[in-house]
């Protein structure tokens, strides 16, 4: 109950398409649904992050949609660019603890 | 400036060994952490330190044994090192420890055990 699973591993996109990773959970009790952006030989770094009182955030080209009946949490990235080329990961926490639990990664890479 | 740093970024050494990463954050942050990052990009939770106190301890093999001298640094020690010991260690800090708030996570220490 404490997965976060996370699909697709890898995502081939050319420049200028959309990119759309997707996350499910189970536990009802995760308040707060972050996402990470990793680089090759970098730790990962907050991208963007959601909480269930709505159903969409959106930061540049970088967009959070939040169905909170499915469980489900999806990143789109809007006109994709090489340098988005990283491994995306979701997480889930419950904001009154400190542990973020974290999906299986997406390895996003994006071709001229 | 550096917010989150280790030492060391590489560490190669042979079974048997006993090695420690150092971390250090500068950014005046009450909460650590120390996660393990496996060879399929896997990235768990091992430790949180809040304000030097132990908050979490994951299912983690009781040969590593974090250690906060303040609040500032976090330190990892791995008592008997094993092959499956080979990952990428990753230390983060956030300003308190709550789940909503930002990880800022230092560059990584890639660990391989011989």
């Known amino acids: 109950q404490q997965q976060v699973k996370q699909s697709p591993q890898s995502l081939i996109v050319q420049k200028g398409g959309i990119s759309i990773i997707n996350c499910a959970y189970e536990n009802t009790a995760f308040d707060y649904f972050p996402w990470y952006q990793q680089f090759p030989g970098k730790g990962p770094a907050l991208l963007i992050a959601i909480r269930p009182d709505v159903s969409e955030k959106k930061e540049g080209r970088f967009t959070i949609s939040f169905n909170k009946s499915a469980k489900q949490f999806s990143l789109h990235i809007m006109d994709s660019q090489p340098g988005d080329s990283a491994t995306y990961f979701c997480a889930a926490s419950m904001s009154n603890t400190d542990k973020l639990i974290f999906g299986t990664g997406t390895r996003l890479q994006v071709f001229p | 400036d550096t917010a989150v740093s280790q030492t060391p970024k590489y560490l190669v050494t042979q079974m048997g060994n006993d090695k420690s990463i150092k971390c250090e954050q500068n950014?005046?942050?009450?909460?650590m952490y120390w996660y393990k990052q496996d060879s399929k990009k896997f990235l768990k939770i091992m430790f949180s330190y809040n304000n030097k106190e132990l908050i979490i301890n994951e299912t983690v093999p009781n040969r590593f044994s974090p250690k906060s001298p303040d609040k500032a640094h976090l330190n990892l020690h791995i008592n008997s090192l094993e092959l499956g010991d080979s990952a990428v260690y990753f230390c983060?800090?956030?300003?308190?420890?709550?789940?909503?708030?930002?990880?800022?996570f230092g560059p990584g220490t890639r660990l391989t055990v011989l």
């Open positions: 950014l005046g942050h009450d909460t």
């Open positions: 983060a800090s956030s300003i308190i420890g709550k789940g909503d708030n930002e990880q800022f």
